[in-house]
């Protein structure tokens, strides 16, 4: 269950787990209480080949005072074993309900992303929404070990956790022909070193700082920087960096894969993680990475140091330089290390399967 099929992180990631059930052990059912985004950036019809969907229309302050009784006449007809739900207030209206195994994976740390994303009234409501969820659900699990720390470091809550997976069947290594024509497809430069960015432009994810460095540090000529997503900071962003010849702001984009294939790089400044698709899904394209030295980076960079670079959190000098070892290295071999990893340890099948395992638990 979920609010709405809008494209995110999260969306991708229980999609994956879906796509790679066990046909023959499960039987997958959708239900959403939002009505779908009109703007691109629905993906139910990503979901549709693999579940059978029912939409219940609940806003969020008839699940806040327990007006729901669409869900349970939705619930009732489905009859679930186990419910997997997906964001805050679905997480929530389950939890109340009492009445169905559920499972609830965190994706963030509740008490930093929440007041920084949506002020500190509605931050604290929501972490406190979704912290009673937590208590009150059967199971909850982190998307990496490193939230899973933090979570017991800060909260004292022992949590288990199953990383996120990227689905190397859609991100893989492209061919030197198919850059060229990529490049020449998406109008990018044919010859500049391209680094790239995908996500949420939003103060948590920390751009502004990474095109400050940017901007002080690459001529036009030396590197390329693409930034893929949209969010809080982007007019703001777009209006002070967008003139810069080497800064492109592309916006949402539905081929992110032939984006990443085409660039030579992949760089994160993050403030804060679950575990981060965008940089999952470049290693799994073949690209190396710069990334701040967050937790949930330094678990990915852990598996294999030679991927690419970490950099001090806050510290430019420190980035500039190692976006450079990047550039004049052999980046070519850090980028074939980042696909064996994604490949091999962050794979989405794996991921499912772990859930799969969890299922069958709940549901006897």
């Keep these: 269950m979920m609010t709405a099929c809008k ?6 990631q229980m999609l994956s787990i879906i796509k790679y059930l066990d046909k ?32 219940a229309p609940t806003g969020k302050i008839d699940i806040m005072i327990g007006r729901t009784k669409r869900i349970k006449e939705a619930l009732a007809e489905i009859r679930p074993d186990v419910i997997h739900s997906l964001g805050v207030f679905p997480d929530f209206a389950i939890s109340r309900l009492k009445k169905y195994p ?18 500190k009234i509605q931050g604290t409501l929501l972490a406190k929404l979704h912290l009673y969820a937590m208590k009150h659900t059967t199971k909850t699990v982190a998307c990496s070990k490193s939230l899973a720390d933090i979570y017991k470091s800060r909260m004292n809550l ?29 109008k990018l430069p044919e010859k500049t070193f391209i680094f790239v960015y995908s996500g949420q432009i939003i103060s948590r994810k920390n751009q502004k700082f990474l095109l400050e460095v940017f901007r002080e540090s690459f001529k036009t000529d030396e590197a390329f920087l693409l930034l893929l997503g949209d969010g809080a900071d982007y007019e703001a962003l777009h ?15 539905d081929n992110v ?40 980076h330094q678990e990915i960079m ?14 430019k000098e420190d980035l500039a330089q190692k976006m450079h070892r990047i550039i004049d290295g052999n980046y070519k071999a850090m980028g074939e290390k980042a696909y064996q990893v994604a490949h091999e340890i962050f794979n989405a099948r794996n991921m499912s399967h772990l859930y799969q395992e969890e299922y069958k638990k709940l549901s006897n």
């Excluded at 559920?102 to 994706?107: F, K, P, S, V």
Aim: with cysteine.
């Design 158 to 186: 022992d949590l288990d956790f199953i990383r996120n997976g990227v689905d190397v069947e859609q991100y893989t290594k492209p061919t030197p022909d198919e850059v060229a024509a990529l490049r020449k497809e998406l």
């Design 257 to 296: 894969s032939q984006y990443l294939k085409a660039c030579d790089a992949y760089v994160s400044t993050s403030k804060s993680e679950g575990m981060p698709n965008g940089v999952l899904e470049a290693m799994a394209t073949g690209l190396p990475v710069v990334l701040s030295d967050i937790k949930q």
């Design 7 to 12: 494209k995110s992180g999260p969306v991708q």
């Design 102 to 119: 559920q499972i609830i994976t965190l994706r963030n740390f509740i008490w930093d992303d929440y007041p920084a994303k949506f002020g």
């Design 302 to 315: 852990e598996v294999n140091h030679e991927i690419g670079f970490m950099y001090g959190q806050g510290d």
């Design 239 to 253: 209006g002070e960096f967008g003139g810069i010849p080497n800064i492109d702001f592309r916006g949402n984009v």
């Design 24 to 55: 023959d052990k499960f039987e997958a059912f959708l239900l959403t209480i939002y009505p779908e985004p009109q703007d691109g950036s629905s993906q139910l019809d990503k979901y549709l080949p693999y579940v059978r969907h029912y939409f």
